[in-house]
Structure formats: structure tokens, C-alpha cells
């Protein structure tokens, strides 16, 4: 049964909302990147040593934050939620938390693509992403790998593997 206590999250979107909803521009998704690495390093130099880094990373509509939402808070985690599709974009995250001591994990929220436009399509107007923006991901995305300073790899599969409940490790 999942703890009640709300993990704490970094995901750029976080940064794009306003009183009215969410805003996006490049100029204000760089801003929020940017905001997201700060808040990393922040948190990794204020928190207890040995802190869990865990790169959720998956299509846009994947269900990350959803996952993370079901997941035992413990204070030593520090969740990174995006698409996040190559290992270019997974990099920097990695090399903040190597800096600071931390053990770094990856999470793929694995799912075909229909799967991920059809739940995209159901968010709110605000929380959309644009389809080409999903499929361009879908393009892009390359599995995480232990090459990248990964410690272990969890990959959650729409369809679990059988014998697997929630996916397998590498």
C-alpha cells in the first residue's frame, strides 16, 4: 500500500504554471529546465547524505507522475519527472547527482505510443501535449541504459512481462 506522504518531485511542468494554467514558450520551457537543475541541487545539498536520485522518464501521457504518485515516499528519494528520451537529455540530471554523492536509478515508464496519445488526449486543455511533440519523443526515445552512471533500471511495462507484476530490473 502506498505511503500518503507526497514524494517530492522535480518536473519542468511544474515550472510552466500560472494562474491560469499551464504556458508554454522555449523561451519559458528553458527557464524551467534550468529551475529544475537549480531545485536539484538544492535539494541534493540540504537533504541527508546518500540520496536516491530516480529519473522517471517515459512519452509524454506515459503515466510517470502516476507511478510516482504510487510510490512509498522516503526521504532519501528525490524523483526527476520528464520525457527525458536520450541519454543527452538524462546526462545533466546525472552528472548534478554524481556531484553531490547521490545514487543515481532510472524509471521507464514503458507504453506504445497509442497508449500515450489516448491518455494525452484526456488531460485537461492546459496539460495537453501537442501530438508531434509525442510523437517526436516516440522517435527520439532511447532505453536508459547502466552506461549512462545508472545503479539500476527499472522498466514498468504497460504490459508486464510474464511472471512480472510491474515490470522488470536490469
Not at 14 to 43: I, Y
Not at 45 to 59: A, F, H, S, Y
Not at 61 to 66: H, L, P
Not at 141 to 146: I, Q, R
Amino acid at each position: 500500500m502506498a505511503d500518503h506522504t507526497a514524494p517530492f518531485i522535480i518536473n519542468p511542468d511544474h515550472f510552466l504554471k500560472t494562474d491560469n494554467g499551464r504556458v508554454w514558450t522555449p523561451e519559458r520551457s528553458e527557464h524551467a529546465w534550468q529551475q529544475c537543475f537549480a531545485t536539484l541541487e538544492h535539494m541534493l545539498k540540504e537533504r541527508p547524505p546518500r540520496q536516491v536520485v530516480v529519473i522517471v522518464c517515459g512519452l509524454q501521457g506515459a503515466g510517470k507522475s502516476s507511478w510516482i504518485a504510487q510510490q512509498n515516499s522516503r526521504a532519501d528519494i528525490i524523483y526527476f519527472d520528464a520525457a527525458l528520451p536520450g541519454a543527452r537529455h538524462r546526462q545533466p540530471i546525472i552528472d548534478i547527482a554524481r556531484t553531490k554523492g547521490a545514487i543515481v536509478e532510472a524509471v521507464w515508464i514503458k507504453v506504445p505510443l497509442s497508449v500515450a496519445l489516448t491518455r494525452n488526449a484526456q488531460r485537461n486543455d492546459d496539460e495537453r501535449v501537442p501530438e508531434t511533440s509525442i510523437r517526436s519523443v516516440a522517435a527520439l526515445f532511447e532505453a536508459p541504459g547502466l552506461a549512462e552512471g545508472f545503479e539500476r533500471i527499472h522498466v514498468v511495462d504497460a504490459e508486464p512481462i510474464s511472471g512480472a507484476t510491474d515490470g522488470t530490473e536490469v
